[in-house]
């Protein structure tokens, strides 16, 4: 489909363990969206297939990367007053297509500035169910470029962080003495027309697939290979609503790409990695990558009504910083009211205190938690332990039915989120 190859899931209906498996797209959730879809042993007839394949051309974007690299380079040398950007069709405008565009809202006078970060040109991408382009705020973007820095890493794999890679970018062109360069993966085009081949690869995360082909995997290939693939680190912030295993096939795909960089050289090893996901996914991410753990550090953004640092309680950002790294050596901010465990070895929020029954600094979400002695763990405060079902909840909850199946699969034991043949990629 124009997102590139299709996932495999699997269709169950409740009560019956074989379910029919079918392909769909792998970035778009909603049929409105990408209405791809055909069964695994479908027969597709030579037609349906040309018409596919029409369609897929007829939904790529107008120019070229290179193109756009080439249009830019005009585009630079105008006089200020001849800079356009199209608000509705998101595109920089030579003078020449100025008359195409009269109709359009469009911004004018585009300072060098503005060209250096277009995130905050560009209209962010809000589909939940697609794309869902949230930008870090700020805070987080320069607290996780500093954290890079001391790090001591010179190379970023920026992965659907176009906020993170424009500000490396931009500090670039203009500190002599800045040594951190960035490669930035994503799926949205329109970057393309502000960043050279070398620094954009349009990406599907979700299925590892590079829209240029070849040489824009060799142009990955190749960042990961400078100084024999030491010193750089990975940082992704994947939409939300993704399917955490699509995600982490990719993920291991890139750091298999980095192994390569040096015969026999990384084979122990994983690809360094800052993955930037809500708390409420830590199990999946361990499902897949047994050797991350989670930072306690929120993460904010710009355009998310939610995700804020400083709010208190439930309206605290749940966006977290799972890694690979040693914990101990993430040092996050004393000023923000970070702390240092010394137990733990890393450093918490202030409202996560050590419970010595679980020895472990338990807090997920900033607030103190508490142990309960019948689960043996600690829980959410506003949780209390409820003797019908036997685990801690929230005091109004619904009773489950002990003799109630899985709506899903009619077995008992879990619940339909948590249910093993629920669609799965």
């Not at 008359?99 to 560009?122: F, G, Y």
């Not at 500090?171 to 490669?183: G, M, T």
């Not at 960042?223 to 295993?245: A, C, H, K, S, W």
């Amino acid at each position: 489909c124009p997102s590139g190859p299709a996932l495999l899931f699997v269709k169950t209906s409740q009560g019956k363990e074989e379910g029919r498996r079918f392909y769909a797209c792998s970035a778009c959730r909603d049929r409105k969206d990408c209405n791809f879809f055909q069964w695994e042993d479908d027969k597709v007839s030579e037609t349906r297939l040309a018409a596919r394949e029409e369609y897929n051309r007829s939904h790529q974007p107008f120019f070229t990367h290179r193109q756009n690299a080439e249009r830019y380079k005009n585009f630079v040398l105008l006089p200020l007053s001849k800079r356009r950007f199209c608000q509705e069709c998101q595109q920089l405008l030579l003078p020449a297509e100025w008359e195409k565009h009269s109709d359009h809202q469009c911004l004018c006078d585009i300072s060098t500035a503005q060209l250096k970060s277009p995130s905050r040109i560009l209209y962010p991408l809000e589909n939940k169910k697609t794309n869902a382009q949230y930008l870090f705020a700020d805070r987080s973007c320069q607290f996780l470029l500093d954290l890079i820095i001391d790090l001591g890493f010179r190379r970023v794999l920026s992965v659907g962080t176009p906020r993170l890679h424009e500000i490396i970018q931009s500090k670039a062109s203009q500190e002599e003495d800045f040594r951190v360069r960035s490669l930035l993966l994503d799926i949205d085009f329109r970057y393309s027309q502000f960043y050279a081949e070398d620094e954009f690869c349009h990406y599907n995360m979700f299925n590892h697939y590079f829209f240029g082909g070849e040489a824009a995997r060799e142009t990955c290939r190749k960042f990961l290979y400078q100084d024999n693939g030491e010193r750089v680190i990975m940082v992704t912030d994947p939409p939300f609503g993704g399917l955490v295993e699509a995600l982490a096939s990719s993920f291991k795909k890139l750091m298999a790409m980095w192994k390569e960089t040096e015969e026999g050289g990384h084979n122990s090893q994983e690809m360094p990695t800052f993955w930037i996901f809500p708390y409420f996914f830590e199990s999946r991410i361990l499902e897949f990558f047994p050797s991350f753990s989670m930072m306690d550090y929120q993460v904010d953004y710009d355009n998310h009504a939610l995700y804020k640092h400083g709010k208190t309680g439930r309206r605290q950002s749940p966006v977290r910083i799972f890694t690979n790294l040693t914990p101990s050596t993430i040092v996050l901010p004393v000023e923000e009211g970070y702390r240092f465990c010394t137990i733990c070895q890393r450093y918490v929020s202030s409202g996560n205190k050590h419970c010595e029954i679980c020895n472990s600094c338990t807090s997920k979400d900033g607030r103190q938690w508490k142990h309960c002695v019948l689960c043996k763990k600690c829980v959410k405060p506003s949780w209390f332990h409820c003797n019908n079902c036997n685990c801690c909840a929230l005091q109004n909850h619904t009773c489950e039915k002990t003799d109630a199946g899985c709506f899903v699969c009619g077995k008992a034991g879990h619940k339909r989120s948590t249910c093993p043949s629920l669609s799965h990629a």
